[in-house]
């Protein structure tokens, strides 16, 4: 089994940083792919920045200039730079990859628990 543990939310005021980290651990043969999705009170859950195993990344329009989307693979971890933060960015931040736990088995998705983050003034 795979587990993807999300840190790093928290209450911030507009303009403010914050960094989400996600590690993932257990069995695990090579992560495909790497994202942050987020869901506010009411809304769909949205996709924020993902990352692919060759470095390619992906952004949410509202989010490009802002967010920053990193991977340090030998910690399979997958990081998500937030700056200048607006009201709107507060949402629960999910974290999501990709995994294939062993050459002979096809990669199945796995999500984290979320951690809020929270903007206001």
């Known amino acids: 089994q795979v587990q993807l543990v999300e840190s790093g939310g928290g209450l911030v005021q507009p303009g403010e940083s914050l960094r989400l980290s996600c590690a993932a651990s257990g069995k695990i043969f090579r992560i495909t792919f790497m994202a942050w999705f987020r869901q506010a009170p009411g809304k769909p859950r949205e996709l924020v920045a993902s990352i692919t195993n060759g470095g390619t990344t992906n952004y949410l329009d509202s989010v490009k200039g802002r967010f920053t989307i990193s991977r340090e693979y030998a910690k399979n971890t997958v990081y998500l730079q937030m700056n200048s933060l607006i009201d709107e960015d507060t949402a629960v931040y999910y974290c999501?990859?990709?995994?294939?736990?062993?050459?002979?088995?096809?990669?199945?998705?796995?999500w984290g628990q979320g951690t809020q983050v929270t903007v206001s003034s």
């Open positions: 999501n990859a990709d995994v294939v736990t062993d050459w002979s088995t096809p990669q199945q998705n796995y």
